[in-house]
């Protein structure tokens, strides 16, 4: 079975630009959570789907991130336009029911220069 | 506010025990669980615990008191390959949203 994949790993851009993160989650999890982890610090949640909908988007930091999940399959991350200090890794993890136990991903390192 | 504390670095020796503890203050509680991260890896999923006592998965053992709000993570025999960082993480809610630490990274030596 394969887990949850994320893309790209890495990705470089200069302040200003604008870059999109994609999650595909494990096949058949309605539920799937974005999560980043800026440098030293910890893992802070962002938002979180069942299946379309977004159900909580408490952790959104500001309306310069939008995230989609059409189709209720996989997800993608927008941030636009991008700041340094949202530089850090950003994960996604998925789940079949809520309350269960999280598959993440390997996280994609965001790095805004 | 909702936080968590874990010590930052632990070290231990090839085939010893090893604790990891952490106290958490968040406003809803519905369990605590543990995750393990290599180096540019996924967190994974290690141990939950839901009520208070321990819980025991091979060499992993995880601790639970809600009246403490403590909990910690025991690791038995160490290998190399454990050296990792370690996250708790409070399920705050029952939408499987979670509160993570900081996290405590273990160095094992030979």
């Known amino acids: 079975e394969a887990g949850v994949t994320q893309f790209p790993s890495h990705s470089v851009i200069e302040k200003g630009q604008t870059v999109t993160l994609r999650c595909d989650p494990i096949s058949g999890h309605d539920n799937l959570y974005w999560y980043r982890r800026v440098m030293g610090k910890e893992i802070k949640f962002l938002l979180h789907?069942?299946?379309?909908?977004?159900?909580?988007e408490s952790g959104m930091p500001n309306n310069r991130f939008l995230a989609e999940r059409t189709g209720g399959t996989y997800s993608t991350l927008k941030v636009q336009p991008a700041e340094l200090e949202d530089s850090g890794v950003y994960f996604c993890a998925s789940s079949q029911e809520e309350g269960t136990k999280l598959f993440f991903g390997s996280g994609t390192q965001l790095s805004v220069l | 506010g909702q936080s968590l504390e874990q010590p930052s670095e632990v070290t231990a020796v090839e085939g010893a025990i090893v604790q990891m503890n952490c106290t958490y203050q968040t406003s809803g509680f519905y369990g605590l669980s543990w995750y393990q991260q290599h180096d540019g890896g996924a967190p994974t999923f290690l141990s939950y615990?839901?009520?208070?006592g321990l819980e025991e998965t091979g060499r992993f053992s995880s601790f639970l008191s809600r009246s403490d709000s403590y909990g910690y993570l025991l690791l038995q025999e160490l290998q190399m390959k454990d050296s990792a960082s370690y996250f708790c993480a409070v399920e705050g809610s029952n939408t499987g949203k979670l509160i993570f630490g900081q996290g405590t990274t273990l160095q094992v030596k030979p």
């Open positions: 789907f069942v299946k379309e909908s977004k159900q909580d």
């Open positions: 615990n839901a009520l208070d």
